[in-house]
């Protein structure tokens, strides 16, 4: 469920009127509901109520301060990837001892900062990272908690960008090799072994997959321990996934229940790393109709967002619902619904049915909270849209508009073009 509803023929958030935020903030914009967030959050967090358990946000689906910050005062952690993420993690008041930092290429001054944060451990995707980490937490005296992520080889039957935990993919150590990269990790004296880590994929819905990489681990972890390793942390990562059209993803507690049924016998802190399914379908993206395109062949309704506020579409060949804001007596037709951008693949929708709009009309696309401003990048010169926290009957802009002078802030012209 979901706090975007039609009252009277007009959609709300929460309490709140889309077509009153659009007329106060303009369009393109992304509206997000508190409520949402923080129910979203909740019923997560609490099918995993049994078990000793982390709930880190995936903060790349959506790293908005005041989004992070709902998340903190819920007592969440946060998944990051980058220092840009953790210094936003730290802005919004995380505890550092909540906080896990996954990614394939970590930078030494990245290592640095984490390690004087004292962040809770390093997801370490492969033998090289190890030899970095060691050297950095040398420098600065201290020892780096790890965790290793193995890739399990397990098809996620997903979109094969968002397929991570395959033998061909970037992401981890191949399972089979785990065993010796760890017996490296020992023999590192500025390293501690305290978990491990595992991730395989993005909008997920079925519930086998996660089962199969658990299994595995499980495994992994069990010879880890007869090693001597001191494992207490166990992290699935994320991928849950949602309904952006027909899909019938599990509830999170059925995914619960399996990965505990799953878990049994092994007494580990459970960390999980989830992002879309919490913020996925607590946004929108609102947007206004510019023009009515009729062609022989096709009709193109012309709106005034893009593949830049909004690339999954364009990247991914992804489903995103679009609906009117204010339900009118159009009758259906069948449209693409595309951006002003210079590029065949700035669309939101194709040969999509939907109810003929009028230019000037208002068109919210539906599950876009998660990858959807993070995406969201200056193409064409497009200032970036703001960000809306709704809280029942009121609406916080928690990210302005950018202005064009944003669009150039730190750009010079050098004295010899002068
Ligand atoms: N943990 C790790 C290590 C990840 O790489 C990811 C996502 C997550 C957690 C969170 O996954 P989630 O729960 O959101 O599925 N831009 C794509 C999705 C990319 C996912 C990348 N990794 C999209 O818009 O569909």
Redesign the pocket.
């Known amino acids: 469920m979901d706090y975007f509803e039609y009252r009277s023929g007009e959609l709300f958030a929460e309490g709140v009127p889309v077509r009153r935020i659009a007329r106060e903030v303009g369009t393109p914009a992304y509206i997000y509901s508190l409520a949402t967030l923080k129910r979203h959050y909740r019923v997560f967090d609490q099918a995993f109520a049994r078990l000793s358990h982390l709930v880190?946000f995936?903060m790349?689906?959506n790293s908005n301060l005041a989004v992070l910050r709902a998340f903190v005062k819920e007592g969440g952690g946060f998944?990051i990837?980058s220092a840009g993420e953790l210094f936003r993690a730290l802005k919004a008041g995380a505890d550092p001892k909540k906080i896990v930092f996954?990614?394939v290429g970590k930078k030494k001054a990245e290592i640095e900062y984490a390690l004087n944060a004292g962040i809770l451990m390093f997801?370490v995707e492969s033998e090289q990272e190890l030899t970095v980490l060691n050297e950095v937490a040398r420098g600065v005296e201290k020892k780096a908690p790890i965790s290793l992520?193995v890739n399990p080889d397990v098809d996620p039957k997903t979109?094969p960008?968002?397929s991570?935990g395959m033998k061909k993919s970037k992401?981890g150590i191949d399972i089979k090799r785990s065993l010796e990269v760890y017996k490296r990790a020992l023999s590192l004296t500025h390293l501690e072994v305290i978990g491990v880590?595992c991730?395989i994929?993005?909008?997920?819905t079925t519930i086998p997959p996660f089962v199969d990489a658990l299994s595995r681990v499980k495994v992994f972890v069990e010879a880890l321990r007869k090693e001597g390793a001191r494992i207490r942390y166990l992290d699935l990562?994320?991928?849950?996934?949602i309904r952006y059209k027909d899909e019938e993803p599990p509830h999170p507690e059925e995914y619960a229940g399996a990965l505990i049924q799953g878990l049994r016998g092994l007494d580990v802190t459970l960390i999980l790393?989830?992002?879309?399914?919490?913020?996925?379908n607590a946004g929108i993206l609102v947007t206004e109709v510019l023009y009515l395109k009729e062609g022989e062949e096709k009709t193109f309704v012309i709106v005034d967002g893009g593949m830049n506020d909004l690339?999954?579409p364009a990247?991914?060949g992804?489903y995103q619902a679009i609906r009117p804001v204010v339900e009118g007596k159009g009758e259906m037709i069948v449209a693409d619904v595309v951006g002003p951008i210079c590029e065949s693949g700035d669309f939101f929708a194709k040969d999509r049915e939907i109810p003929r709009p009028q230019e000037g009309d208002l068109l919210a696309v539906m599950s876009a909270g998660?990858?959807?401003f993070?995406?969201s990048s200056n193409y064409n010169s497009r200032p970036r849209a703001p960000e809306i926290l709704v809280d029942g009957d009121n609406f916080h802009v928690v990210r302005k508009r950018e202005s064009f002078e944003d669009l150039i802030s730190g750009e010079t012209i050098p004295p010899i073009l002068q």
């Open positions: 880190c995936s790349k689906s998944d990837v996954s990614g997801n992520r979109h960008y968002i991570t992401f880590d991730h994929g993005s909008q997920l990562g994320g991928g849950l996934g790393e989830p992002g879309r399914v919490v913020v996925g690339i999954r990247l991914y992804s998660a990858y959807g993070t995406m």
